[in-house]
């Protein structure tokens, strides 16, 4: 059962916490990010190379605002 589970999972240390919340993607941001990849593609391997890359983050699209728990 479901409380069986989250009993053993929790007597050996594994708990669960609240999902962070992601930035919404709008269509507008996925239109300018596409946009950016086609002009980029076809970049070299050095060119990448003088890339410096400061923050990265993950954005979702579609979810809803529904809670959800992760282990």
Do not use: M, Y
Not at 11 to 26: F, V, Y
Not at 40 to 49: A, K, N, P, S
């Amino acid at each position: 059962s479901i409380t069986t589970i989250k009993r053993i999972l929790k007597n050996r240390g594994i708990t669960n916490w609240h999902a962070k919340r992601r930035s919404l993607l709008t269509e507008a941001h996925a239109a300018k990010q596409l946009a950016w990849c086609l002009a980029h593609r076809r970049w070299t391997i050095e060119e990448w190379g003088l890339v410096a890359w400061s923050d990265e983050c993950s954005v979702e699209r579609g979810r809803g605002k529904r809670q959800e728990w992760v282990f």
